[in-house]
């Protein structure tokens, strides 16, 4: 309980902090093709450069800090957590250099925190997810979305029958934006797994669900 207190507190600190900057998440800009027979997509041969601008900094791109609480549910061992994740929203377009819907967002995060019942043990992990905002849901003020994804996580803990502390991380969820002034909110329901797919003789995994707040800034 006290690092779910430790975490709401650290995350409520940073989003007072935060302003607005970038409009990865607008739905609303860039509906036409942006290559076309005039105007070619760049050569795939070209991605690896342009992937180090991003990695620089010079792909315009939203950012986003959120405190997320999560349990397992299909095994003997409950486990409880509590992480805060950093997340980088691109333009799917702007990061693969072809046409996409505006729709259609791609989304890297980085994620740390703890296990919370039993005796606290660290865990943390890096995703890439592809987020797809559905339009003909949204209202003045709610976003909604879907995304999903892959990652690796390590967890400082293993249940019984869990080969490796480093597993993969496939995850799915749904979630919305919630716009007022300033830079909007997000909350999200997310189903994630961990398990290390065949490289350990023991693959017992694990199934989760969680729940995210955050804010862009």
Same mark, same amino acid.
């Given at each position: 309980?006290?690092?779910?207190? +430790?975490?709401?507190?650290?995350?409520?600190?940073?989003?007072?902090? +935060?302003?607005?900057?970038?409009?990865?998440?607008?739905?609303?800009?860039?509906?036409?093709?942006?290559?076309?027979?005039?105007?070619?997509?760049?050569?795939?041969?070209?991605?690896?450069?342009?992937?180090?601008?991003?990695?620089?900094?010079?792909?315009?791109?939203? =950012?986003?800090?959120?405190?997320?609480?999560?349990?397992?549910?299909?095994?003997? *061992? =409950?486990? *409880?957590?509590?992480?805060?994740?950093?997340?980088?929203?691109?333009?799917?377009? &702007?990061?693969?250099?072809?046409?996409?819907?505006?729709?259609?967002?791609?989304?890297?995060?980085?994620?740390?925190?703890?296990?919370?019942?039993?005796?606290? =043990?660290?865990?943390?992990?890096?995703?890439?997810?592809?987020?797809?905002?559905?339009?003909?849901?949204?209202?003045?003020?709610?976003?909604?979305?879907?995304?999903?994804? +892959?990652?690796?996580?390590?967890?400082?803990?293993?249940?019984?029958g869990q080969g490796l502390r480093w597993n993969f991380h496939p995850?799915?969820?749904?979630?919305?934006?919630?716009?007022? &002034?300033?830079?909007?909110?997000?909350?999200?329901?997310?189903?994630?797994?961990?398990?290390?797919?065949?490289?350990?003789?023991?693959?017992?995994?694990?199934?989760?669900?969680?729940?995210?707040?955050? =804010?862009?800034?």
């Open positions: 309980m006290k690092l779910h207190l +430790v975490a709401l507190g650290v995350f409520g600190l940073a989003a007072l902090a +935060v302003g607005q900057s970038g409009h990865a998440y607008d739905i609303e800009q860039g509906r036409a093709p942006r290559y076309d027979a005039t105007n070619p997509a760049p050569s795939r041969w070209e991605l690896p450069a342009h992937w180090l601008d991003l990695a620089q900094g010079e792909v315009p791109h939203d =950012r986003a800090l959120t405190a997320s609480f999560g349990a397992s549910y299909d095994s003997s *061992e =409950r486990i *409880e957590y509590a992480l805060l994740s950093y997340h980088w929203l691109f333009d799917y377009r &702007d990061v693969w250099l072809h046409n996409a819907p505006p729709e259609l967002k791609f989304k890297i995060e980085l994620s740390a925190g703890a296990r919370t019942n039993d005796e606290p =043990r660290f865990m943390g992990s890096g995703s890439i997810l592809a987020m797809y905002f559905l339009p003909r849901l949204a209202t003045e003020h709610l976003q909604p979305y879907l995304e999903a994804g +892959v990652g690796g996580i390590y967890t400082d803990f293993r249940r019984e995850q799915l969820g749904i979630g919305t934006l919630i716009r007022g &002034d300033g830079a909007p909110w997000l909350v999200a329901l997310r189903f994630s797994h961990i398990s290390n797919a065949g490289l350990a003789e023991d693959n017992a995994g694990i199934n989760a669900l969680s729940l995210a707040v955050g =804010r862009y800034f």
